[in-house]
């Protein structure tokens, strides 16, 4: 499967909602002229990075306990800020485009409640690479240890990288879905601790403290077969996109606790994302 072909611009909301509060992702700046090729002083401003994706997913059952482990690989497919894709080097044509591209692994536990599948993401990476000559191709296999990456010219580098899943990290998975609707559910994935290269640094170049945590967004499109309880086995497709920012997290008793507190001294205030 070669994802480059499926490519389809996407720009989704910059506030998303995750299990466990609220997270507002922030602006960010890019120095496209970092990546080699492209021409010098091209920046762009956005607040999300959309994609395509592809992964595979091996579900087993042990003592009542259903886990899962998803990976995979996306192929990003233009900058947005708001809902507006911004013009930009990327995926333009040789010899000044380029491309980026992730990989990426997820474990967690599923249960299956009625007609619907709640999974909670409790462990995983994710990796960002620069691809200069936009050459890079991308395959998975049901049940397979990583995607299989093609480089061309031998040329990708490493941005960013997580190795760490923060909580509110979940995806809602309808098993009987509308034929007219291609979703088949959502997901929200918190990164935290980002570490950029060198080269992430020159890219990334606003904030100059570049945000810790990334929050990843977006529909499942297709299960092949269709994911059932169980022991399963099965390839996913779908978009999404990444953005950045700066606080874990809340853990819902805090904000309860913190909340009362506040009534009880009638005071008002909103919570301050970074």
């Not at 499926?6 to 299990?19: D, E, K």
């Not at 259903?66 to 497919?77: P, V």
């Not at 299960?223 to 606080?247: K, R, T, W």
């Amino acid at each position: 499967m070669k994802v480059k072909a499926l490519i389809a611009a996407l720009g989704l909301s910059a506030f998303a909602m995750g299990a466990q509060g609220a997270v507002i992702v922030q602006p960010f700046t890019v120095d496209e002229g970092a990546i080699e090729g492209t021409p010098p002083g091209s920046t762009v401003t956005a607040d999300q990075l959309a994609f395509r994706y592809g992964a595979t997913v091996v579900q087993v059952e042990d003592g009542g306990v259903t886990s899962f482990r998803e990976t995979g690989f996306f192929d990003a497919t233009g900058f947005v800020l708001g809902n507006t894709t911004q013009t930009t080097w990327l995926n333009s044509p040789e010899p000044s485009g380029y491309g980026l591209y992730g990989l990426f692994e997820v474990t967690g536990t599923i249960q299956f409640i009625g007609t619907t599948a709640l999974a909670t993401f409790t462990a995983g990476n994710v990796f960002l690479y620069a691809d200069p000559s936009n050459d890079t191709t991308f395959s998975i296999g049901p049940g397979a240890a990583a995607a299989t990456v093609t480089d061309g010219n031998g040329d990708d580098q490493l941005l960013a990288s997580s190795l760490q899943v923060l909580s509110g990290s979940q995806a809602n998975v309808p098993l009987i879905t509308d034929p007219d609707d291609p979703s088949k559910g959502s997901y929200v994935i918190n990164y935290g601790e980002l570490t950029l290269t060198a080269l992430g640094e020159e890219f990334f170049i606003e904030p100059l403290d570049f945000y810790l945590n990334v929050q990843v967004t977006g529909e499942n499109e297709t299960f092949d077969p269709p994911l059932q309880s169980g022991y399963y086995i099965g390839l996913l497709e779908g978009d999404g996109s990444a953005g950045f920012y700066s606080v874990a997290v809340p853990e819902p008793t805090i904000l309860t606790l913190l909340g009362l507190g506040l009534l009880g001294f009638g005071l008002g205030g909103r919570r301050r994302s970074a």
